[in-house]
């Protein structure tokens, strides 16, 4: 429709005879251009103004956008703030948390204790696929330490170890 009223207007402007397609004959010809003029002018009023409406609609609709990618924006960040939150908490927990440690990176610390046997007991993970606790520490008048399985060394198969947690603190009322 738009291309008919813009055609019929740029051939009014050129003072185009004889009759050219007029909007309100449907496809027929006014004997004049004096007659179709006020068609013609109807009619592009017509439009610019469905157009204008557009116009507007399409400036609501880009304002409810832009606040809907505001709001996403903020959710956007929000995610991101609680993703970094839960992250810092899950690595805090991990930490925390007693790690395996291999027998190849590291052994337990030693105490050394003249008067008295110094063993302490360690969680470890064996070649045969157990864990229990183990003594680790060194007999008086002995060099290295070593984990103990009460009837002697178990360094062969022991893989990795990691410290007992602390025991329960009991609650005074």
Known sequence: MYERIVKSL?????????????IEMDGGCCDSIGRCIPHLMDKAADAIEELSAIREEQKAQIILMAAEI?????YAELYQSLTD?????????LDAYPKW?????????????????DFEYVLCATTFGDVRPYKYGRRIGQGDAHFWNGAGYADAYITHWMPLPEPPKEEKP
């Open 10 to 22: 740029r051939s009014c402007m050129r003072l185009e005879e004889p009759a050219f397609e007029c």
């Open 85 to 93: 939150k839960s992250q810092q908490t899950a690595r805090n927990l």
């Open 70 to 74: 505001e709001e996403l924006k903020t």
């Open 101 to 117: 440690i291999p027998v190849t990176e590291r052994l337990p610390e030693q105490r050394i204790n003249q008067n008295t046997l």
